[in-house]
């Protein structure tokens, strides 16, 4: 069954201090992956996703991710972070398959410390 | 830029009663979908929902719950008789049109308390 795994579940990091966040998702076909931002009281937004082409994607805020299909991993990274990317961040998946739902995972709650 | 917006943020309701979250997508989207993360895990997909039906539902989506689009802009979610593994945070979103290729908008959740 497709799933979508997210191993760090608690991140503390001090500003300025580099992020990577780890994303495995479980699909032999084709998917499209992508990268969701709640900061605290607010709305899930997107930060960023992949359906093809340049395996290393940027997105907004200073993030990107890479698809390494052999790993089946998607890993969220920012060089530096600041005391605002304080929220909870989660990886997502939807298999072109006929469906309209989308796989996440169980979310990575990171605190930056000022 | 339009959001969608869900009301209450916050419902308490006492086991078996019913429940109706409120989401309102953003208003050229065509696909409205409702997810849901119980604490400490998955935002795991409950339906969705195209052309005034369900396009596709979760083994979660079971006889205790419906969706309505009861008019232009409102979509909802019904919990007809709530139990206490019902608490969570409802998670309402749309999109222009359906598949992976389309961004998913979600909007704030509401946080459902069962007791």
């Known amino acids: 069954a497709q799933s979508v795994s997210q191993h760090n579940h608690h991140v503390i990091l001090s500003e300025a201090a580099s992020l990577e966040l780890g994303c495995n998702y479980s699909?032999?076909?084709?998917?499209?992956l992508f990268w969701y931002v709640q900061y605290p009281g607010q709305h899930l937004q997107l930060l960023l996703k992949?359906?093809?082409?340049?395996?290393l994607v940027k997105g907004i805020k200073g993030f990107e991710a890479e698809f390494i299909k052999s790993k089946f991993s998607f890993n969220l990274r920012k060089p530096s972070v600041q005391w605002s990317d304080t929220a909870e961040y989660f990886c997502?998946?939807?298999?072109?398959?006929?469906?309209?739902?989308?796989?996440f995972g169980t979310g990575t709650r990171l605190k930056v410390l000022a | 830029e339009p959001e969608v917006t869900q009301t209450p943020s916050h419902q308490v309701t006492q086991m078996g009663q019913e429940v109706i979250l409120r989401c309102v997508p953003i208003?050229?989207?065509?696909?409205f979908y409702w997810y849901r993360q119980i604490l400490g895990q998955k935002v795991e997909f409950l339906v969705s929902?195209?052309?005034?039906?369900?396009?596709?539902k979760s083994e979660i989506f079971d006889d205790q719950f419906s969706v309505e689009r009861p008019d232009g802009s409102n979509f909802t979610l019904k919990i007809r008789s709530t139990k206490l593994e019902d608490s969570a945070m409802y998670f309402c979103?749309?999109?222009?049109?359906?598949?992976?290729?389309?961004?998913?908008?979600f909007g704030p959740g509401t946080r459902l308390t069962v007791t």
């Open positions: 208003s050229n989207h065509l696909y």
């Open positions: 997502a998946a939807w298999a072109t398959s006929g469906t309209y739902k989308y796989i």
């Open positions: 992949y359906f093809s082409g340049d395996p």
């Open positions: 699909y032999g076909g084709t998917v499209n």
């Open positions: 979103a749309s999109s222009e049109a359906g598949g992976g290729s389309y961004e998913q908008y």
């Open positions: 929902f195209y052309n005034n039906e369900i396009s596709e």
